[in-house]
């Protein structure tokens, strides 16, 4: 079997190199990473995974963020030229956790009938740090029970699927169509998503990725509406330290969330990484 996932990133040096070792050590063969525009490290980061040989950097210089078509070109590639048995779309702020084992045993169980496996999404809340160089997963360890958009509406899911040459992915991700009758599969995957890590990051998100979904006059209206809401928010008010603050936790916030049930601690992520990044250290290789 062979596992392909396909990233579309704009400025995520924050969270790009630990997205990519944890899927790669979760069994992914290969990565497929469109760079859309980034000014920060992150095409140097992905560009040394290519000269390793486990990823395949893609540049997209369009700034109208058309995500649905060149997430579709990406999963259409991962077929075609990679063989792809499944695809996984994913986000650099999203961390694909298996129920059991490992991404790669999670595939290999599913019954062959199955071509889409759904994937709820959980969102870890922002704390925030007077260390700015404290990694995002050594502080980013309470999950929300039930997540929500920045809009106020149920965080939606995320699907994978099987590789197929007419897929169509829709935009954000979260359909996709083009393969036939779906089967799909529920509850074998959680997606741990870690949106707001940094002020600077998720301003500098919601900006980049609200002027481009302006520039885009294909896309409805509906189509992008947290980015373009917070987006106006910005453009009224200067910057988004209102909407961050209202979102950032502090220890009576966490400790009153966790007593009414909406909040857990969830160190899972964080003691994979402390594992494996001290390997890599002894070891002096990467994962």
Not at 133 to 156: A, C, E, H
Not at 235 to 249: A, R
Request: with cysteine; net charge neutral.
């Amino acid at each position: 079997m062979k596992i392909i996932m396909n990233l579309l990133v704009r400025d995520e040096d924050d969270i790009i190199k630990e997205n990519i070792d944890f899927h790669l050590n979760q069994g992914i063969d290969h990565i497929i990473a469109m760079d859309n525009l980034s000014t920060d490290s992150t095409k140097m980061i992905l560009k040394k995974y290519e000269t390793k040989g486990k990823l395949t950097y893609l540049y997209q210089e369009n700034d109208n963020y058309d995500q649905h078509k060149w997430v579709t070109s990406m999963a259409r590639l991962a077929f075609d030229e990679h063989d792809a048995d499944w695809v996984i779309n994913n986000d650099a702020d999203e961390f694909w956790w298996p129920s059991k084992g490992t991404l790669r045993d999670v595939f290999l169980g599913l019954p062959h009938s199955v071509n889409v496996v759904e994937a709820s999404r959980k969102n870890f809340v922002f704390i925030d740090s007077p260390r700015g160089d404290t990694p995002f997963y050594q502080k980013m360890i309470y999950k929300d029970l039930l997540s929500l958009n920045p809009v106020g509406k149920p965080l939606p899911p995320k699907v994978a699927h099987i590789g197929c040459h007419s897929v169509i992915v829709k935009q954000g991700n979260h359909n996709v169509d083009g393969i036939g009758i779906q089967n799909i599969q529920k509850g074998v995957i959680e997606i741990f998503h870690f949106p707001i890590r940094t002020y600077n990051q998720f301003q500098n998100k919601i900006i980049k990725g609200g002027a481009a979904y302006a520039k885009n006059n294909e896309l409805p209206q509906n189509i992008g509406n947290t980015w373009r809401t917070l987006y106006k928010t910005y453009q009224e008010e200067g910057n988004l330290n209102s909407y961050i603050d209202s979102h950032s936790y502090s220890n009576n916030r966490l400790t009153q969330e966790i007593n009414e049930g909406r909040m857990i601690l969830d160190t899972k992520l964080r003691d994979f990484m402390n594992s494996k990044y001290k390997k890599m250290v002894q070891n002096k290789n990467p994962i």
